[in-house]
């Protein structure tokens, strides 16, 4: 693995000039500052930590763009959920791997090094499993190994339409799992991904409280007791008002007084919680999956985080219905949204300074833990997760090394990345993922077929 020289690095102990790192089996092997380039060093301007996208649904990437017409009466995510189904049983194994592989790809080009794929599309329109249980997951496991990206697959234990054990409606089919096929999927797909590189890793997610059950939902944890595990929790108030009717609690209150939440726990959303949810979730240093875009996007709601980031919680951020994959704008989104409800400024950075350096560090580092990965800072050991960026853009040229991260935040866009890194890979390069024109041809190819069948 070349070698990369830095002019400027973020590293785990601060900003440093002239910085040379050698990678060696996907991580970082050394790092001197105060040194100079060798002929042979890969150069870049400024390096830092590349984050992880901690929550996708990669084909949702395809429906970017159909779903703002509004009809008669009122829309919701409810209306938008039901558009997304449709969809979504249109898709075939070849098209789902085409628009994954360009979403991963996108999602490098913007600065994330690892994607946590949050999977649920399982089977055969109507329900039937396909030949190979783990047919789908195989596909996503294709787009990671043509783009590079680090991967987290995520299989998704769907089992009920609905709280209290509803039956899956139809256009659900294609999701559908009891506990026991569901471990064997799991089992398959481990077996699949094999080939993939070594900072691969599978978990699960369970997907909410309203599409599986308390009992399933116990004895999936005892069968998977290590590795990520990752929930949709407290995302709409209609979700919360069913579940307390159900179990008796909120999502978030629920879960955390059934569930042992540790630092394996990702709660995607938690967008609905009271100050007392919001206080015990930071404790358990579980990790608040944080998609600002699709929040407001679907009509979600803010995050409540100055009480969160006040207790201590941990956070990352995630692209999941892909409408828009831009890390900077996740970032903004989420102190805007914290903004324009409060009617304040610079409400993320609790304890005072730059609150671009405590949103980028802090979801480098949250993202890692949620996906499972040695990653979130330049430091020997952890992997080689980094991005290069530009300080001549016209963005960022007037800003001194501690302003860096909130100009890229707050001024800047992805157009400033010219390098990034997945556990050493260099995927992207000029700005440009090395694969690119492929990638986009596969894609074109699928999507003329996607619309054709629609």
């Given amino acids: 693995m070349q070698p990369i020289f830095a002019n400027t690095a973020r590293l785990a102990t601060g ?14 092997h050394s790092i001197e500052a ?3 380039a060798q002929p042979n060093d890969h150069k870049v301007d400024v390096l830092l930590p590349a984050l992880a996208n901690l929550h996708s649904h990669s084909f949702q990437r395809a429906m970017a763009g159909m779903t703002e017409f509004r009809a008669a009466g009122r829309d919701s995510f409810w209306t938008w959920r039901d558009l997304m189904y449709r969809f ?12 994954a592989a360009l979403t991963f790809m996108e999602m490098q080009e913007a600065g994330f090094a690892s994607v946590g794929e949050f999977h649920y599309l399982h089977h055969q329109p109507g329900g039937q499993a396909y030949a190979a249980l783990a047919e789908l997951s195989e596909r996503v496991f294709a787009a990671a190994a043509s783009t590079g990206i680090g991967l987290t697959h995520l299989p998704v234990l769907y089992s009920y339409g609905g709280a209290g054990g509803a039956s899956l409606h139809p256009e659900q089919a294609r999701f559908g799992n009891n506990l026991e096929r569901f471990n064997t999927l799991v089992e398959a797909a481990k077996t699949s991904a094999k080939h993939l590189p070594p900072d691969t890793r599978i978990g699960i997610a369970p997907h909410s409280l309203r599409a599986t059950s308390p009992k399933d939902l116990r004895q999936l944890l005892a069968a998977h007791p290590a590795g990520p595990v990752h929930i949709h929790i407290a995302e709409q108030p209609k979700e919360v008002a069913d579940i307390t009717a159900w179990l008796g609690a909120r999502p978030v209150e629920w879960l955390l007084d059934n569930a042992h939440i540790n630092a394996r726990w990702c709660l995607i959303h938690a967008t609905h919680m009271t100050e007392g949810e919001t206080r015990a979730l930071a404790a358990t240093g579980a990790v608040a999956g944080l998609c600002p875009i699709t929040e407001a996007n679907l009509g979600d709601g803010p995050f409540n985080g100055p009480r969160y980031f006040k207790h201590g919680g941990r956070f990352g951020t995630g692209s999941d219905s892909n409408i828009r994959i831009s890390l900077t704008e996740e970032l903004r989104t989420l102190e805007y949204s914290q903004r324009l409800r409060d009617g304040a400024r610079n409400i993320l950075a609790r304890k005072g300074g730059s609150v671009g350096q405590t949103l980028y560090m802090g979801a480098a580092r949250g993202g890692a833990q949620a996906l499972g990965r040695n990653a979130g800072e330049i430091r020997i050991h952890a992997l080689a997760d980094l991005v290069a960026i530009s300080k001549q853009a016209t963005s960022l040229c007037a800003l001194a090394d501690h302003q860096l991260l909130d100009g890229l935040v707050f001024a800047a866009d992805d157009s400033v990345i010219t390098d990034l890194w997945s556990a050493g890979r260099h995927a992207v390069q000029n700005g440009r993922h090395v694969a690119r024109a492929q990638i986009v041809a596969n894609y074109r190819v699928a999507i003329a077929g996607l619309m054709a069948a629609l």
């Fill in 15 to 28: 900003w440093a000039q002239n910085v040379r790192l050698t990678l060696k089996a996907g991580a970082i």
């Fill in 88 to 99: 979504a049983n249109h898709l075939t194994p070849t098209q789902l791997e085409a628009i």
């Fill in 34 to 36: 105060g040194t100079v």
